[in-house]
Nanobody, 124 residues
Framework: QVQLVESGGGLVQAGGSLRLSCAAS????????MGWFRQAPGKERGLLAAISWTGTRTYYADSVKARFTITRDNAKNTVYLQMNSLKPEDTARYFC?????????????????WGQGTQVTVSS
C-alpha cells in the first residue's frame, strides 16, 4: 500500500518555476517506479515524467523535456518535479503516481497508486 500527497502547486507567471513534491507513505515506495501526470480541463491525463526506483533512469514527455526534471529521495520517501520556463499551456492539475509492481514504466496503466493532485496555474 502506498499513499501519496502532492504539494507545491500554485499560481506563477509564464517563464517562472515551481517545484512539486510528492510525499509517499508505505514500505513499497523504495521499489516502485514513480511518475508525474497532469490533466487540464477537457483533456486526458497524460504522463509527463517517470523515474525508476533507483533514480537512475528517467523519462520525459516531449512537451516538458529540457524544462522539467524528476528526481526522488528514497530516504525521504519523496519524489520531486522541478518545473522551469513554465508556459500557460502547462496549466493543469498535477498528480504523482506509483507503479508498485515495477521498477520503471512509462505505461500509465501500470501506475496503481495516485495522489489527489495539486493545481498549477501559469499566467501569461
Amino acid at each position: 500500500q502506498v499513499q501519496l500527497v502532492e504539494s507545491g502547486g500554485g499560481l506563477v507567471q509564464a517563464g517562472g518555476s515551481l517545484r512539486l513534491s510528492c510525499a509517499a507513505s508505505g514500505r513499497t515506495f523504495g521499489s516502485a517506479a514513480m511518475g508525474w501526470f497532469r490533466q487540464a480541463p477537457g483533456k486526458e491525463r497524460g504522463l509527463l515524467a517517470a523515474i525508476s526506483w533507483t533514480g537512475t533512469r528517467t523519462y520525459y514527455a516531449d512537451s516538458v523535456k529540457a524544462r522539467f526534471t524528476i528526481t526522488r529521495d528514497n530516504a525521504k520517501n519523496t519524489v520531486y518535479l522541478q518545473m522551469n520556463s513554465l508556459k500557460p499551456e502547462d496549466t493543469a492539475r498535477y498528480f504523482c503516481a506509483a507503479a508498485s509492481a515495477v521498477g520503471m514504466t512509462t505505461i500509465p496503466g501500470r501506475y496503481d497508486y495516485w495522489g489527489q493532485g495539486t493545481q498549477v496555474t501559469v499566467s501569461s
